[in-house]
């Protein structure tokens, strides 16, 4: 047996380590965190100074058990998670789990995987460090604190199932606003001049723009008919030198932003690749906001450089961390090695890898020399002056490597750039023609993931682990979608000056288009404003900002992290109380209008199963007529639904002729707009709008549907079709869907394949199920960590045989009764088996244990939470 239990967090870093290490050394993996805060309960006592109470998941028993076993046998065990607050978290809650002892654990530090890094790290152990810990836990706690007394909140005040975070909530409100901004924006026009000149000597072309635009189009035309018999020369002429510096090396969120522009990678992809990166000993740890490199790393780009490029091209630079509260690793995102120009792997750790190697050599490089002129060219008719600017590249230093992007959708649209021909001072010109150009203001720019980063990091709003799991996690909840958006068309008018005439032609442009944006949903905009009016400090920037520098000074041992959290937890708390009592259920309703048909009051609000819109109000008279109900598209919002646009959704469904002796009809649905021909519903496609849905289009898309779904074999006698679902291509046979990998051609499938794929399913579903009552929707069924009850859409924790103590065997599986089964259900869902008239509070009780909050009913009241701990 090993002297010495090396306990890392995954099991990619210790098969890398291990090679590292002599047979003294053992490499386990403890797969991330191995304990957190109880399921089903807050897990904090408050009024016990905030202490906690943990748990080890029934997925990570086994691996508890193994190191517990391996720590007693060894003679020193080392803790080698990650140097950042959750690192120190988890070598903490392994030093606990496990009952270690001070004098046989030692903790150990490195933000690169090599072998110097590793034996450098055992060579220098240290203890825990327990101001880092008590960070984590700050946060942990914090969080835990808000979203378990938050949610409840909402789901009384809102809708069921809701959660609330603290980073998250902010983060949306961000959206939110932008999208505000976006939707009051009122474009204005301006005309832009600009010409293109000859100089008279072969094909050179002069290209200048107007400095100023011309807010009216007869301005602009004035200023064309002016030049029409005009001269022009070069009134003005300076050329002056220009530098550029190469970016610092990355950061968690520069290598999130950069990747997501260069690579088109989304914010959690990047971190997960630069985690296997990290894990094969490629790169640098990668959650830092350090720009720092050290010596080492400076010492060997310098030597890749000058053997690469010559000694011109290197300039030492050495960059310092503007952010005040810089705490995670103590360096740069950077390659370990900087003479392996790429690495082994699939094509995207080699792409982000590169990334990485570049930006990181580029900022040791020479900055790039330019040579910049500047022309006026003068007008003998008028008092204003052209302008046509150029740059010759004189020496590219680090642009032979790596050019930073930028986060604007549209770049200057100056057509005035680029190389300009000689020119001397008084050089007349020849216009081959002049344009004014219609452009209008745009607004501001909706965030990408990626600004979306960089805004946060700007207010100070969270930290390097937290921006993935941040824009990961409201995105999950529904509160923001990413996603593409078609533009509109819109005309503007150019006016043409050339051959000694002014002509005006009206032209189109596509405006608004958006690629992968993020917008809030209606839900989203919902939660957003009932917590900016009702909690003020959960969605304030500077607030936010304010608790991570608080968790900043607990790692630095500034501050006592029980006092921060009772500063905090003290008025939140009074908070939810008042708002439980006082405020009023907030679905965002807007009065659009009256109906002109009936003269009731026309509104747009949030439903239980989505954004609607509703003539009428409810009343308690049974007289009175009830309203009507009608969804909106999903290219409408309850914020920006017009009484128009709301109007027209009351006419769906309608009806069609009849196709093929079946029933023909338009509508929209819980999931989106239809076609109903017969009993089947058929979806419209993506963006297309129902209404505009004829006869001719209607029987297109039974058409498309029909051939669809015409069978492409039969096997047993029984037809096999197939289809694209949410999780990729399927066949289907005999009510079984079947997933189709990759390695098939699933254009062309041979019935051998389709026979193949069915018969690895049946195999499958054949070892799927240890035992099933299908009357009451229960199932016993293997899953990939191990068994577990299926009680209709749950998905259950098989706990200990109260018989043995112990977990159970296959053979008892086989013969345990429903009775019993029923009885473990009742253990994690305690009304399970209540009957129909209290199935709603059962729902919430499931969607509680889903977000974390489980154990308060449906009231969300803090009484009802007490009495359904108290049951479990």
Known sequence: MAKNLLIVESPAKAKTIEGYLGKDFLVKSSYGHIRDLIKGDMGIDINNNFSQTYEVPADKKQV?????????????????????????????????????????????????ITKPAILKAIETPRTIDYNLVHAQQARRVLDRLVGFELSPVLWKKIKPSLSAGRVQSVAVRLI???????????????????????????????????????????????????????????????????????????????LQQEASRKLGYSVSRTMQIAQRL????????????????????????????????????HQLRVYKTKSAGAQEAHEAIRPTYFNHHTVPGDSSEQRLYELIWKRAIASQMSEALFEKTTAQIGISTRKEQLIAEGEVLKFDGFLKVYLESSDEDDVDDSENAGLLPPLARGQALTLNEMNATERFSRPPARYTEASLVKKLEELGIGRPSTYAPTISTIQNRGYVVKEDRDGRSRSFSSLVLADGAVRKTVKTEITGAEKSKLFPTDIGEVVNDFLVEHFKGIVDFNFTANVEKEFDEIAQGLQEWTKMLRSFYTPFHIEVE??????????????????????????????RYGPLVQIGELSDDEGA???????????????????????????????????????????????????????????????????????????????????????IAHYEDLPVTKGTGRFGPFIKWNDLFINVPKAYDFENLRTQD???LILKKIDKEANRFIQQWNADKIAIENGRWGPFIRFGKEMLKLRKNPATNDKYTPEELAAISLDEVKALIVEQVPNAFEPKKKKAAVKTVVA???TGAAGKKATGTKTAAKKSVAKK
């Open 64 to 112: 508890v058990a193994e190191l517990k076993k391996l720590a007693k046998e060894a003679e020193m065990v080392w803790l080698a998670s990650d140097e950042d607050r959750e690192g120190e978290a988890i070598s903490w809650h392994l030093f606990e789990t496990l009952g270690l002892k001070e004098a046989t654990t030692k903790r150990i530090v490195f933000h690169e």
């Open 176 to 254: 939110v606003d932008r999208e505000r901004e976006v939707n009051k924006f009122n474009a204005t026009a301006a005309f832009k001049i600009s010409a293109s000149f000859s100089t008279g000597k072969g094909r050179e072309i002069v290209k200048a723009e107007l400095p100023q635009r011309f807010e009216k189009e007869v301005d602009a035309e004035a200023f064309l008919k002016d030049c029409i018999n005009a001269g022009f020369n070069v009134a003005g002429l300076e050329t002056r030198p220009a530098k550029r510096n190469p970016a610092a090396p990355f950061t968690t969120s520069t």
């Open 278 to 313: 990290y894990e094969s000993g490629r790169i640098t740890y990668m959650r830092t906001d350090s720009v720092n490199l050290s010596e080492t790393a400076l010492q060997a780009a310098a030597s890749e450089i000058k053997s690469a490029w010559g000694d011109k091209y």
């Open 578 to 607: 008042t708002t439980l009592e006082t405020a009023d259920r907030a679905n965002g309703e807007r009065l659009l209008g009256v109906d002109p048909l009936s003269g009731r009051n026309v509104y747009a609000k949030v439903g």
């Open 625 to 711: 007529e009830k309203p009507k109900y009608a969804s909106l598209s999903k290219s409408q919002t309850v914020g920006t639904v017009s009484l128009e646009q709301a109007l027209e959704q009351f006419k769906l469904p309608f009806s069609l002729e009849d196709f093929d002796g079946k029933e023909v009809s338009v509508g929209v649905g819980r999931f989106g707009p239809y076609v109903k021909w017969g009993e089947a519903y058929i979806s419209v496609p993506k963006n297309e709008d129902p209404l505009s849905i004829d006869q001719a289009r209607a029987q297109e898309i039974i058409g498309e549907k029909i051939t669809a779904d015409a069978p």
């Open 754 to 756: 389709v026979e193949e």
């Open 848 to 850: 509680a244990k889903k």
